[in-house]
């Protein structure tokens, strides 16, 4: 069973950063494309970005040119390092793994969720 933990949350000015981390269990994490997701109440859980095994990045148009996702196959951990954070981007961040992760196509394995607050 794959186990995902998140961490990294919290409360952070407009324009400031944030960084999430997760952390999976098991060997197989170096096989599995990871996300990022995140939801709002009342709405649906938006894909923010992905890393494919091999490094291959993709990101929201929402979030391009401010978030980052990284991988780091020897620990077994996805990151998303948030740049220039808007209130609209607070939302609960969930962390998602699977064979692939594409619009419309999420992962079987996914992490508790850590709340992100943008806000003055």
Known sequence: QVQLVES???????????????????????????GWYRQ???????????????GITNYADSVK??????????KSTVYLRMNSLKPEDTAVYYCN?????????????WGQGTQVTVSS
Request: charge should be positive; hydrophobic fraction near 35%; glycine fraction near 20%.
């Open 97 to 109: 793994a699977g064979p692939i992760i594409q619009v419309g196509r999420s992962g079987a394995y």
């Open 8 to 34: 990294g949350g919290g409360l952070v000015q407009p324009g400031g950063s944030l960084g999430l981390s997760c952390t999976a269990s098991g060997s197989i994490f170096r096989f599995y494309a990871m």
């Open 65 to 74: 040119g401010r978030f980052t996702i990284s991988r780091d196959n020897a």
């Open 40 to 54: 709002v109440p009342g709405k649906q859980r938006e894909l923010v970005a992905t890393i494919t095994s091999g």
